[in-house]
């Protein structure tokens, strides 16, 4: 076997697509040559680009175990606030129900 192909093989361990909206996440379990497991959340968003053309932006986060806890912490509080604080998810329901109207000044962006 080839060492890539090893690696791929030993390093991916999991992987889970979540589409919402315009953005699609991805997170990913893999291993380390040590055999330590660490996970990869990767945001993904479609832009079209002046041209018509489209491509996707991608933002990724490595979070190892040693650091769970304490992300997990702060990304509960931060739900929290949200979910205190936020307007009612009803409020924001017009813009779903439009979702077949276009605003062609936001393609260019």
């Keep these: 076997m ?4 090893e690696r791929t093989e030993r390093e991916d361990l ?9 953005r ?3 997170f990913d379990v893999k291993s380390t040559r040590g055999n ?3 996970l990869t959340i990767t945001e993904s968003k479609k832009r079209f680009g002046d041209d018509g053309k489209f491509t996707y932006e ?3 986060i490595f979070l190892y175990k ?3 806890e304490k992300f997990m912490e702060g990304l509960n509080e931060s739900i929290d606030i949200i ?3 936020a307007p009612p ?11 077949g109207d276009v605003n062609f000044e936001d393609l260019g962006k």
């Design 2 to 5: 080839s060492e890539e192909r």
């Design 14 to 22: 999991f992987s889970k697509a979540v589409k919402a909206g315009k």
């Design 24 to 26: 699609t996440y991805f």
């Design 36 to 38: 330590d497991y660490y």
């Design 58 to 60: 991608k933002h990724k």
């Design 66 to 68: 040693e650091d769970f």
């Design 83 to 85: 979910k205190e604080n």
């Design 89 to 99: 998810i009803l409020e924001r329901e017009t813009y779903h129900e439009n979702k």
